[in-house]
């Protein structure tokens, strides 16, 4: 069963556009992580927020928490074609396991 | 540098075959996970293993099987392969539980025709 939710499921923009994915989630957590997968590559870990944080920035990423809403949203600023890939949200909750969405995929147009 | 490494990167086969995909990693990670990749599903856990001599089973266990003799390896077994188990397998590592982000083998895509 998939623990996050992502919105939308296919994002196309312009490059130097903001490009903004949510998460939406089930159960309580112990953290929220984004991880970015380039096509034909395994994911690479962008950015984990605890459950105890409500925003945190890294780079050109925003990343923001709502326990109370159960939800999280990614927010790449100044996007570039490179950032083209499909963005996954992982939670991990009791047990240490860690579940995946099924990503949002975002195009950016140079 | 430390990485981790999956073989083979492609593999076609046939219905009632056994085959196991290969995963090693050199980060001397305790924690090792097999995950499948389907359109629409993401990520589905299959197994994972917190240390030598240790296995469970994940989201999507059945007709699969693995075994943890090393640090470093986590061979996926398909007892008897399936066409529903065509899909990109990702082996994946991380240094503890909670707290740490896990990292990605390069997928191997399976084919059971």
């Known amino acids: 069963s998939q623990q996050g939710e992502e919105d939308p499921q296919a994002l196309s923009i312009q490059e130097g556009e903001n490009a903004t994915m949510n998460c939406s989630y089930k159960?309580?957590?112990?953290?929220l992580q984004w991880y970015r997968q380039n096509s034909g590559r395994g994911l690479v870990h962008l950015i984990l927020?605890?459950?105890?944080?409500r925003e945190k920035h890294s780079g050109r990423l925003r990343v923001t928490l709502d326990t109370s809403k159960k939800s999280s949203s990614l927010l790449i600023t100044a996007s570039r074609a490179a950032d083209t890939a499909s963005y996954f949200c992982?939670?991990?909750?009791?047990?240490?396991?860690?579940?995946f969405g099924a990503g949002t995929r975002l195009f950016v147009k140079a | 540098d430390a990485e981790i490494t999956q073989s083979p990167r492609h593999k076609i086969t046939e219905t009632g075959r056994q085959v196991t995909l290969a995963c090693h990693q050199t980060w001397n990670h305790n924690n090792m996970f097999w995950y499948r990749q389907d359109l629409g599903h993401g990520l589905r856990l299959i197994h994972y293993s917190y240390g030598v001599q240790d296995t469970n089973k994940g989201e999507v266990s059945d007709g699969y099987s693995v075994s943890r003799s090393n640090t470093e390896d986590l061979p996926l077994t398909l007892e008897s392969a399936a066409s529903s188990q065509t899909s990109v397998y990702f082996c994946?590592?991380?240094?503890?539980?909670?707290?740490?982000?896990?990292?990605f083998g390069p997928g191997t895509r399976l084919t059971v025709l």
């Open positions: 992982a939670t991990e909750g009791g047990g240490f396991k860690t579940i």
């Open positions: 994946a590592s991380r240094l503890r539980e909670g707290d740490n982000e896990q990292f």
């Open positions: 927020i605890r459950s105890n944080e």
């Open positions: 159960t309580s957590i112990n953290n």
